[in-house]
């Protein structure tokens, strides 16, 4: 799965864990986003409001029929 994406941002490799902004920093400084261009998903509301906060597109993961809603609604998916 994880071959489909450029890169990724493990917390204990950079020793930064969410919901601290600087992680959501180095993530779009590394994939070379805007806030504004990311989507930001996790289980967890405490994290994705962190991530809003810095301007990315946040959604709470509940389910894999509701994500991939979203994802069609954002047209990431087919």
């Known amino acids: 799965m994880f071959d489909r994406f450029r890169d990724i941002v493990v917390s204990g490799t950079e020793k930064l864990v969410k919901p601290d902004p600087a992680i959501y920093h180095l993530a779009l ?5 805007k806030p504004d261009e990311a989507l930001f998903v996790d289980d ?35």
Do not use: S
């Open 29 to 33: 400084n590394r994939f070379g986003l």
């Open 44 to 78: 967890r509301q405490d994290n994705v409001d962190a991530a809003a906060a810095v301007g990315m597109h946040g959604v709470l993961f509940t389910d894999t029929a509701t994500l991939r809603a979203e994802l069609k609604r954002q047209g990431l998916l087919p």
